[in-house]
């Protein structure tokens, strides 16, 4: 049995990009915890495999339409009565050298990470403050703290993210709804791919890292469920970030 502050038996909790990757980490530690998660990506088959693993729910869409977000919220409103978690994780990155950098790259890369987590972070609010109560998590980034080449598009999404963050939180603490950010380090994820095949870059990540590895994405499992739970009822408007000491080491 899960410590009563942990406890999400009879929650429901909507996560996105939770196929795999960080966000499958989180659905399972909500999942563990006794919530009732509904999982979304864009691969449908993938998605059913890993909703099917922890005795969850898929839903697939495209963060980036609109109408489907609206209509997906609406729906887990109507058929379950309540959306007491949002962790609004789904994204990519395109990386390439700023000088080079696509107006259109930009524009997908904001999309996926801001615009999406603004239309979804307001859907759900609009459930949320009715039940005077609710908990909205996005997945933010190290790069929104520290800069490096060739993420403009992604760093400028994620920065915006925290800054949209503390701006939802002041606006519906008076409804009972907690706003806060998880900013991971390094994860050994497919969205790291590239960067983990890199002998350079990975050697780099060992180095510059207090913890000297790279994080498991199950490592982002105990932040999500403080923040989603009771045990962080008095926390609003933050960014925690889990990143094995690297942003706090020279
Ligand atoms: N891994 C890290 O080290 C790290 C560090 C900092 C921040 N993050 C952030 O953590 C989040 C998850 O990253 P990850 O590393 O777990 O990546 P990942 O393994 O590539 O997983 C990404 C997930 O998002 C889904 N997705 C992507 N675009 C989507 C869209 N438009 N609509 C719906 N679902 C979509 C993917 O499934 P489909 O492709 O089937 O849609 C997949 O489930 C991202 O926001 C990323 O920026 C990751």
């Known amino acids: 049995m899960s410590h009563p502050l942990f406890d999400l ?10 196929s795999r990757g960080l966000g499958f ?28 693993k ?13 109408a489907a977000c609206v209509a997906a919220v609406a729906d887990i409103a109507k ?24 107006t259109a790259d930009f524009d997908t890369t904001i999309g996926q990470h801001l615009r999406a987590g603004f239309v979804l972070g307001r859907e759900a609010a609009k459930v949320m403050t009715k039940a005077s109560k609710g908990r909205i998590i996005y997945t933010t980034s190290l790069t929104a ?32 709804v907690l706003v806060n950010g998880i900013a991971p380090g390094y994860f050994l994820t497919e969205l790291n791919r590239p ?24 490592e982002l499992g105990g932040a999500c469920l403080l923040l989603a739970s009771d045990a962080g009822s008095f926390l609003t408007g933050q960014t925690l970030v889990v990143d094995g000491g690297m942003s706090v080491s020279l």
Not at 146 to 157: E, F, K, N
Not at 195 to 218: C, Q, V
């Open 9 to 18: 038996t009879g929650r429901v909790a909507l996560v996105t990009g939770a």
């Open 25 to 52: 980490a989180m659905a399972e530690a909500l999942a563990k915890a006794g919530a009732s998660v509904v999982l979304n990506a864009r691969n449908k088959a993938e998605l059913d495999a890993a909703a099917k």
């Open 54 to 66: 922890l005795g969850g729910e898929a839903l697939p869409f495209d963060v980036t339409d609109e």
């Open 79 to 102: 058929r379950r009565g309540r959306l007491d978690i949002l962790v609004s994780n789904a994204g990519s990155n395109i990386r390439a050298p700023l000088l080079e950098y696509k």
């Open 145 to 176: 703290h520290l800069g490096r080449p060739s993420i403009v598009a992604y760093t400028a999404a994620k920065t915006a993210l925290e800054g949209m963050i503390r701006q939802m939180a002041v606006e519906l603490a008076p409804s009972g």
């Open 195 to 218: 960067l983990i095949d890199n002998k350079e870059f990975n050697s780099m990540i060992i180095r510059r890292t207090p913890l000297g590895r790279w994080g498991d994405p199950a």
